[in-house]
């Protein structure tokens, strides 16, 4: 059974760093296409950035861009998402998913297996 466990969410005060994991099992992670989402509270879930399969393939949010960067372990099956001078609008719960395919999508429909979520909370 595909499975993706995040970890790394907590609160921070603004302009604070958090760093979250994504743990897959029984998929290779480098051969799709992986997203993170958030959902704050009331509001629709929105992409927030993906790494492809192929090197360079990435994707950011305006709204994150030059604050947030992802990364691969390829050796851990782990994906990461940098998050740094963190605001109070970054507060929600952080969802990762894996595509269908190896090329980078903000479109929920893309991604067919997600994980739990981790609540990020960004407040003084």
């Known amino acids: 059974q595909v499975t993706l466990v995040e970890s790394g969410g907590g609160s921070v005060q603004p302009g604070g760093s958090l760093r979250l994991s994504c743990a897959a099992s029984v998929f290779t992670l480098a051969d799709y296409a992986i997203g993170w989402f958030r959902q704050a509270p009331g509001k629709e879930r929105e992409g927030v950035s993906c790494i492809g399969s192929l090197y360079g393939n990435f994707y950011y949010a305006d709204s994150v861009e030059g604050r947030f960067t992802m990364s691969r372990d390829n050796a851990k099956n782990t994906v990461y998402l940098q998050m740094n001078s963190l605001k109070p609008e970054d507060t929600a719960v952080y969802y990762c998913?894996?595509?269908?395919?190896?090329?980078?999508?903000?479109?929920?429909?893309?991604?067919?297996?997600w994980g739990q979520g981790t609540q990020v909370t960004v407040s003084s």
């Open positions: 998913a894996k595509a269908r395919h190896g090329d980078c999508s903000k479109e929920e429909y893309d991604y067919n297996h």
